[in-house]
């Protein structure tokens, strides 16, 4: 089955602890992103990448960082968490830039 | 960065009502895409518009893609509770590879 899988889907850590969230697809798509969920400001994105090694700035990139060492992977990491980045976190990956994006069913992060 | 602004933010119909939300930028868009979250999910495609003017149909709902490639409307038809969720519109971003979305018009549709 086509999917995109994120782990883990909740997520509760302090101030200061890094993390990182997975995100795995199992389509051989090229592009791959980050979007945080907030109410009232929509879907942002964090990072994106187009390829192997290849990864760029969205909207919001500041706190994360990101790689793309394989194809099928782009974890997203928070070196020091802070609670402005207590949000719900989506995975998403399509082939080119007409096709569709398949997300993953999110992480839900708190920051306390 | 491309905005898109949807509107209305909010909508409680009852069934069987229509309804049409809007999607505007003041960008052209190569292609415009509507996409629906239901809670605790991710959002799934519904829709992919490339051309201008083109009308496509999904059942009860109708995509419609400008003119001019700026803006985008999805109309329902005989709205059912089934139709609640969150839609979004999305396009290419100023890289042409990031996706960028707009803030999504919530429907809620009570029996």
């Known amino acids: 089955e086509a999917q995109v899988t994120q782990n883990p889907r909740y997520l509760i850590t302090v101030t200061g602890k890094k993390l990182t969230v997975t995100c795995s697809q199992n389509m051989n798509h090229e592009y791959m992103s980050w979007y945080r969920q907030d109410p009232g400001l929509g879907l942002r994105q964090i990072y994106y990448s187009m390829n192997v090694e290849v990864t760029d700035k969205g909207d919001v990139p500041e706190g994360y960082k990101v790689s793309r060492k394989e194809k099928r992977n782009f974890p997203l990491i928070l070196e020091s968490p802070s609670p402005n980045q207590t949000s719900l976190y989506f995975c998403?990956?399509?082939?080119?830039?007409?096709?569709?994006?398949?997300f993953g069913q999110g992480t839900r992060l708190t920051v306390v | 960065t491309q905005l898109l602004e949807q509107s209305p933010q909010f909508l409680s119909i009852q069934e069987g009502e229509n309804l049409t939300v809007y999607c505007n930028s003041s960008s052209v868009f190569s292609s415009l895409q509507w996409y629906r979250q239901e809670p605790g999910e991710g959002p799934v495609l519904l829709v992919t518009?490339?051309?201008?003017?083109e009308v496509k149909k999904l059942k009860r709902l109708t995509f419609q893609f400008g003119d001019a490639r700026k803006d985008s409307s999805l109309h329902i038809t005989a709205a059912q509770p089934g139709d609640t969720g969150l839609y979004l519109c999305?396009?290419?971003?100023?890289?042409?590879?990031?996706?960028?979305f707009g803030k999504g018009t919530s429907l809620l549709v009570t029996p």
């Open positions: 999305a396009g290419e971003g100023d890289s042409g590879y990031a996706l960028n």
């Open positions: 518009v490339v051309t201008g003017g």
């Open positions: 998403a990956s399509r082939q080119d830039r007409v096709t569709e994006a398949f």
